[in-house]
């Protein structure tokens, strides 16, 4: 678990250094010949054969939920291009976005009630101990998606640092979640159960956000930046506490309540990122509007023409 979240983390930072040095097309194409060894080390790591108990007889490409799956893909598509600003033709359908987003919201949980081989179980999502994991999970990589998607761009815009600098700044909140999830694993093996771990994971990762919201409230100054390192420990604590908790909880169905863990966390992060940008180009337009209370028309619109580079 610490290597997975270690990776996460080193991604961010590698990427910043790698486009400063040689350039943010070699970002993209470096991953290539990593996946490519990924998949030599899955050819000969992963077991040739599951456990039983994981393994539905008959299931097929056939037997596949594509429905569930296109149902998924189209509400989530139309959240993201919902939340999207700059483009005229997306500012002016909004709501239909968001209408579409919802009605197949429902038609994936209509489907995945019916589906004999639902891509979703409900009877996993509702199960005791395991609803509460995947809430948590979905709580957490939406809130960490969206501190992650807006620090890049204040260090770049207000406090005028390269991608290098950047990922500088950012480092020790990686460190931090490794350091977070190897305290998880000691103290899982001693006397601390996960729901206890959990606990201390999110206090830790609230109070540190607390100092933030107070300390960064007229902008990040200095070191202040680091702040996030505490909170990258608690969240590194909490997220390994859940996984052992999935671990345990899920014991028969673990292949199906790991595929919907890793979903929820794609999904949290769809919308932890939309959400967000949505929210704070919605925030600057009301406050620009009300200091711009009382100009001429022609002058807002000079205004507005001005800013949209930034927007975007």
Same mark, same amino acid.
């Given at each position: 678990m610490a290597a997975e979240i270690f990776g996460q983390g080193c991604g961010g930072p590698i990427g910043g250094l790698i486009t400063d040095t040689i350039g943010w097309r070699w970002a993209l194409l470096g991953?290539? =010949?990593i996946g490519f060894l990924c998949l030599i080390l899955a050819y000969f790591q992963l077991p040739q054969e =599951?456990?039983?108990?994981?393994?539905k007889p008959g299931l097929d490409l056939w037997s596949f939920d594509y429905l569930g799956l296109g149902a998924f893909v189209i509400s989530a598509t139309s959240f993201v291009l919902g939340t999207t600003n700059g483009s005229p033709m997306l500012d002016d359908n909004k709501s239909a976005l968001f209408t579409i987003s919802g009605i197949f919201l429902g038609i994936l949980i209509f489907i995945e009630k019916l589906s004999p081989r639902p891509m979703i179980p409900a009877s996993i999502i509702t199960a005791p101990g395991l609803r509460h994991i995947f809430l948590g999970q979905f709580t957490f990589f939406a809130f960490v998606s969206t501190f992650l998607t807006n620090l890049p761009p204040y260090l770049s815009q207000i406090d005028h640092l390269n991608s290098s600098q950047i990922a500088l700044r950012i480092w020790p909140s990686c460190i931090g979640l490794v350091i977070g999830a190897m305290i998880a694993g000691k103290t899982m093996r001693t006397t601390i159960k996960y729901r206890q771990l959990s606990l201390i994971g999110i206090g830790i990762a609230v109070a540190s956000l607390i100092v933030m919201i107070i300390r960064w409230n007229? $902008?990040?100054q200095g070191v202040e930046v680091y702040y996030g390192f505490p909170m990258s420990v608690g969240? $590194?604590?909490?997220?390994?506490a859940q996984f052992l908790a999935l671990t345990v909880r899920s014991a028969e169905q673990f292949a199906n309540a790991t595929a919907i863990y890793c979903l929820v966390q794609q999904f949290s992060q769809i919308v932890g990122t939309s959400g967000s940008t949505a929210a704070l180009h919605q925030l600057f337009r009301l406050r620009l509007n009300a200091n711009l209370d009382g100009t001429a028309l022609s002058d807002k619109a000079k205004v507005g023409y001005a800013i949209q580079p930034v927007q975007h």
């Open positions: 991953q290539a =010949p =599951p456990k039983k108990h994981d393994v007229d $902008g990040i969240c $590194g604590i909490f997220l390994s």
